[in-house]
T-cell receptor, first 116, second 112 residues
Framework: AQSVSQHNHHVILSEAASLELGCNYS??????LFWYVQYPGQHLQLLLK??????LVKGIKGFEAEFIKSKFSFNLRKPSVQWSDTAEYFC??????????????FGQGTTLQVKP | EAQVTQNPRYLITVTGKKLTVTCSQN?????MSWYRQDPGLGLRQIYY???????DKGDVPEGYKVSRKEKRNFPLILESPSPNQTSLYFC???????????FGDGTRLSIL
């Protein structure tokens, strides 16, 4: 079965620490990749997306992610986190060229807690 | 303002009593989708719609129905709710299936 795996379920960092959240998927074809963030009590918002081209994509609020096709990975990074980054982060994969083109699969989510 | 509106935001009901959660978007988006969010499981897609009168199952469609009679509306119907459908539900829309989705504020359902 197609799946998206986020390795870290709960991450605790101090302010100014660097962040890397892992995301791996199991589909071998062409994919569109997304990272969404959900701040406490709010709905999901897009952080960044990858469709094609440069595998290093930059998003809002200083976040970036690198698509490594050979590793089926799309890890999220931020050089220096802030307390306001405390949220839940979701990786999502949309498969292209499959019979279920519109099916978006989310990872389980990673809760990030940043201590001031 | 571009938005996805869900109603109700909160609902407590009993097993077997049919309910409908409405979803409406004002962005003329073709693609709409329903998700449920459960702790430790992330978001799981229930149903999606590529356009009017075109709907398809996501990963967890059992116990749910949808319809897409108009472009802006995509209601989620629970014909006979059960306690395992207690969850936080999100509706989302995008211009096309491969574009970033705009999410509603969520509907918290409790089925007793």
């Amino acid at each position: 079965a197609q799946s998206v795996s986020q390795h870290n379920h709960h991450v605790i960092l101090s302010e100014a620490a660097s962040l890397e959240l892992g995301c791996n998927y199991s589909y071998g074809g062409t994919v569109n990749l997304f990272w969404y963030v959900q701040y406490p009590g709010q709905h999901l918002q897009l952080l960044l997306k990858y469709f094609s081209g440069d595998p290093l994509v930059k998003g809002i609020k200083g976040f970036e992610a690198e698509f490594i096709k050979s590793k089926f990975s799309f890890n999220l990074r931020k050089p220096s986190v802030q307390w306001s980054d405390t949220a839940e982060y979701f990786c999502a994969v949309l498969r292209q060229g499959s019979s279920n083109t519109g099916k978006l699969i989310f990872g389980q989510g990673t809760t990030l807690q940043v201590k001031p | 303002e571009a938005q996805v509106t869900q109603n109700p935001r909160y609902l407590i009901t009993v097993t077997g009593k049919k309910l409908t959660v409405t979803c409406s978007q004002n962005m003329n988006h073709e693609y709409m989708s329903w998700y449920r969010q459960d702790p430790g499981l992330g978001l799981r897609q229930i149903y999606y719609s590529m356009n009017v009168e075109v709907t398809d199952k996501g990963d967890v469609p059992e116990g749910y129905k949808v319809s897409r009679k108009e472009k802006r509306n995509f209601p989620l119907i629970l014909e006979s709710p059960s306690p395992n459908q207690t969850s936080l539900y999100f509706c989302a829309s995008s211009s096309r299936e491969n574009q970033p989705q705009h999410f509603g504020d969520g509907t918290r359902l409790s089925i007793l």
